[in-house]
Nanobody
Framework: QVQLVESGGGLVQAGGSLRLSCVAS????????MGWFRQAPGKEREFVVG???????NYADSVKGRFTISRDNAKNTVYLQMNTLEPEDTAVYYC???????????????????WGQGTQVTVST
């Protein structure tokens, strides 16, 4: 069983930065695609970014150039560096593991098997 714990969320002014972390336990973290999703109030959960086992990435257009995903397999941790934050980035951010994928970074929720509880990110004007 995989357990994911996110941290690093908070309140930040527009233009500011935050770094989210997600620590995974229970299985061999380094073997699988990891992803970040987010869900804003009243909206469906949406794909943000994912990273495969070789470091290949896939970003949503809305965050390209502002967000950076990375992973540290030795620490079983995936990070999301978020810069130049906008009020539209306000959401609960979730990390997820694609237990059946090493290379292909799915943008669909169905492509991921395990989810964290989420961490709130609020960007004020």
């Amino acid at each position: 069983q995989v357990q994911l714990v996110e941290s690093g969320g908070g309140l930040v002014q527009a233009g500011g930065s935050l770094r989210l972390s997600c620590v995974a336990s229970g299985r061999l973290f380094s073997r699988y695609v990891m992803g970040w999703f987010r869900q804003a109030p009243g909206k469906e959960r949406e794909f943000v970014v994912g990273i495969n086992v070789y470091g290949g990435t896939n970003y949503a257009d809305s965050v390209k150039g502002r967000f950076t995903i990375s992973r540290d397999n030795a620490k079983n941790t995936v990070y999301l560096q978020m810069n130049t934050l906008e009020p539209e980035d306000t959401a609960v951010y979730y990390c997820a593991v694609a237990g059946g994928s090493r290379i292909t970074v799915s943008v669909q929720e169905a492509g991921y098997d395990y989810w964290g509880q989420g961490t709130q990110v609020t960007v004020s004007t």
